[in-house]
């Protein structure tokens, strides 16, 4: 059996999966690498909430009155700047949760929050979140390891903007994409793909060109499809490979 309640991305064993009262079942890795005696406190917090693409959870400067388990879909965080264009800093899919100022005691946000593919996620109001970090260690701990995880990515994804090339950043979006929301087929259009990737659309549509040419992925109007993912891996920039192994590390130390 797995073990259960040391780490972010800890594997929770297939019969710890729990079904919400109105049959959607849980995802969110943070919830199931729980100790049963701790999300059994936390679950009857938690608020099922369904988004849509484009949804916006909050913005920057807002009071956060909320956090998010992610459960399936995909929220991206965004860098805004003065004159309103924004740019991706961090992905989160069910691995993760969202509203860690909240977990140090912050109440205003710092950047934009979007849900980029439709999905679920269980939503905690900040004042019983900050009851349940009390009494759930694990759960706080859990928390603060994510934080780590949210900062790493953060700076690769900085370092990759600036020094890589835009069909190389789009291959590394795709991959992290596909690995939080577990499927190759994502409902994209080349204007999200740009904003996300703070490039112009152009400059999205010939990088998608170009991999889809080389039969790494399969582009139709909303759709992007990975056809062959070893290869891929292969083209996007090294920054994918960087944070995976960076997380496994950190995972090894936690065994």
Known sequence: MAKQSRGFTTKAPANSLRLNSDGTQLHNKILLALPRHEREKVLPKLELVRLQSRQM??????TLQS????NTGLISILSVFSDGKSVEVGLIGKEGFLGLPLVVGFRSASTRAVAQIEGTTFRI???SLQTL???CPELERSLQQFSQVMAMQATQIAACNRLHEVEERL???LLMSADRVGTHTLPLTQELLAQMLGTRRSSVTLAAGILQKAGLISYTRGNVTIVDRPKLEEAACECYVLMQRQIEQWQKDLA
């Open 67 to 70: 956090a998010y388990f992610c």
């Open 133 to 135: 970090l009390r009494e």
């Open 57 to 62: 959870l909050h913005d920057v400067g807002d």
């Open 125 to 127: 109001g900040a004042d």
């Open 171 to 173: 291959g590394r979006w």
